[in-house]
């Protein structure tokens, strides 16, 4: 209890403090606040709490504040009184132990003394019931730290009990209640709100008034010795008022200390016990004023909050325990996406990665460590159908490759990104046609002993923009060429898939195989490097205006301006796989024994078995009987379709024709 010394033959008057209410939904809205719009700010924030006089017995005088704290036009809840707050919410703990707390709490008090000597408080009595907040956020633990402040300025004399406290029941009749009631009731109607913090009394036997503080001069004209005013108090002790009368008698004896000798004090409390209201527990008592009307200085203040030890210091809060393990998990990607764009990547779209919807094909070492980088949440267990791996053996098995593509197709139809990481070439082709049709970005990743390449596919333009200029007829069979200038500036839409390098198309490429052949036989660091650049070329190409359309970068482009803020946008990044014919996507290509990436760049293939006109042509016409056609048939099929048996039988003319040519010569 605080307390203000009388003469030695009265009582003391003592107030019961503040105790703070900080729920969890005001710490959830912190944290949000500190993510989204303070960041690193540590400037002065105003919040609003409030304060309850309707509690039982024994509870403390509490100060509330809740989600809504930070939007200070949000409604007071009812009946309940209204006070305005400061938070300080500091960057670091250091910060937090080691603000000045006196110069916060002087600040405050020299504001709620300047609204006193204006007059402004009579105008607005909130400004009575100023408070501090200041607080420290560790959102890696979900630890906070807070230190609560109601300021209360302290008066230059002691104010002795004239008499009381009592119970109001014990000065008012049932009849003077019943009107205290009626007439407050009526006040509070009038202004609109459901509780006012203080207003003035007058009464007689027959009747009571109230009103606002405003209007003092008028409602006590002609009263000389003493006046009464109300508090709407939220202590429920017998004996003591609660803290936010000690700012009102310091304005009373400001203002009215050279009018009047004392002032009665009624304690107004309502609550409602077993259904029905009850105002009678309120207390009243009469306490001197001191003379300070002509002071100029603002007088001491205190009002810093005691600890759970009852010392002088901050209190803490651990809310860790409360999190779900999932959403705690998601924080904590979101809080590192957040910083990032604090100092770092200030222009970082977060909207395109949050809301991002990926799909990983694949869960092996490769896929585990893609979706690990992720964080994806729901698995599907399903086969997918493959070329050179026949499924009409019976109905039965050509009914369950049926359902598997049309599962296929709706999880890449709601999906945004499709990431291929399967084992084999051939699991590839059928998810490489459905995203090239559906026109879903695809980031496709393989590996190979200590090699990778990590690649975008070519996104295709809409069928109402033409379709002419989709796959050019353009082979490289050099990988010499790539990140030249002849490969600059190509758009994405004409990018190559992982099917563009080959002039072979997909079969069974574990028949007849090893154990080791069989597998993928990589070096073990070489997933996680793989899965981890997969991820960044995805939010890489998603922070390009132009998504999965943005110009491909090469090598040549490592020194110049980047074209998004997190940096290039490749087709491939690739450590040479040996396995790969021909390399002409845009991809990311590495070298882990040589500590290498290189960015290809290349041209989609007119005669590409995945992503070629023809193909997707006969796919979207046809659906399953075509893929079935695919599943069933050697490779030949689709090397037919697209045109690569010609170009076998070309090539090897040519070969014959210059080998004749040759001999021709030499003879």
Known sequence: MASATGDPGLSKLQFAPFSSALDVGFWHELTQKKLNEYRLDEAPKDIKGYYYNGDSAGLPARLTLEFSAFDMSAPTPARCCPAVGTLYNTNTLESFKTADKKLLLEQAANEIWESIKSGAALENPVLLNKFLLLTFADLKKYHFY????????????????????????????????????????????????????????????NMVLVSLLKHYSDFFQGQRTKITIGVYDPCNLAQYPGWPLRNFLVLAAHRWSSSFQSVEVLCFRDRTMQGARDVAHSIIFEVKLPEMAFSPDCPKAVGWEKNQKGGMGPRMVNLSECMDPKRLAESSVDLNLKLMCWRLVPTLDLEKVVSVKCLLLGAGTLGCNVA????????????????????????????????????????????????????????????????????????NAALGFDTFVVMRHGLKKPKQQGAGDLCPNH??????????????????????????????????????????????????????????????????????????????????????EP??????????????????????QAAIRGFLSRFDNVLPVSLAFDKCTACSSKVLDQYEREGFNFLAKVFNSSHSFLEDLTGLTLL????????????????????
């Not at 990988?479 to 004409?494: E, H, Q, R, T, V």
């Not at 039988?649 to 003879?667: D, L, P, W, Y």
Request: aromatic share 8%; proline share 6%; hydrophobic share 40%.
């Open 648 to 667: 076998h039988q070309e090539t090897q003319a040519a070969e014959i024709e210059s080998h004749s040519v040759a001999q021709a010569g030499a003879q």
């Open 146 to 205: 807070y230190w609560f402040c109601y300021p209360a300025l302290c008066l230059p004399e002691s104010l002795p009990l004239i008499q009381g406290p009592v119970g109001l029941d014990q000065r008012f009749s049932l009849k003077q209640i019943e009107a205290l009631e009626c007439a407050y009731d009526n006040l509070c109607q009038t202004e609109g709100v459901t509780a006012l913090p203080y207003f003035l009394i007058k009464y007689d036997e």
């Open 563 to 584: 074209p998004t803020s997190l940096g290039l946008v490749p087709h491939q990044s690739l450590a040479q796989c040996t396995w790969i014919r021909f390399c002409k």
């Open 475 to 560: 082979l490289v069979a050099s990988a010499d060429l790539l990140g030249s200038s002849l490969f600059a500036n190509i758009p994405g839409y004409k990018l190559g898939c992982y099917f563009c390098n080959d002039v072979v198309a997909p079969g069974d490429s574990t028949r007849d195989r090893t154990l080791d052949q069989q597998c993928t036989v990589s070096r073990p660091g070489l997933a996680m490097i793989a899965g981890a650049l997969a991820v960044e070329l995805m939010v890489s190409v998603l922070q390009h205006p132009e998504g999965g359309y943005a110009i491909a970068s090469s090598s040549d482009d490592r020194m110049n």
């Open 372 to 443: 690990r980088t992720l964080m994806n949440a729901k698995g599907f267990n399903m086969s997918i159908p493959m070329p050179g791996h026949p499924v009409n053996f019976s109905s039965v098995t050509l009914e369950q490759a049926r359902r598997d593509v049309e599962q296929l197709e709706q999880l890449i139809e709601s999906h945004d990104v499709i990431f291929l990481l399967m084992d084999t070439r051939e699991s590839r082709w059928l998810p490489a046609v459905i995203a090239a049709s559906k026109r879903k970005l695809v980031i």
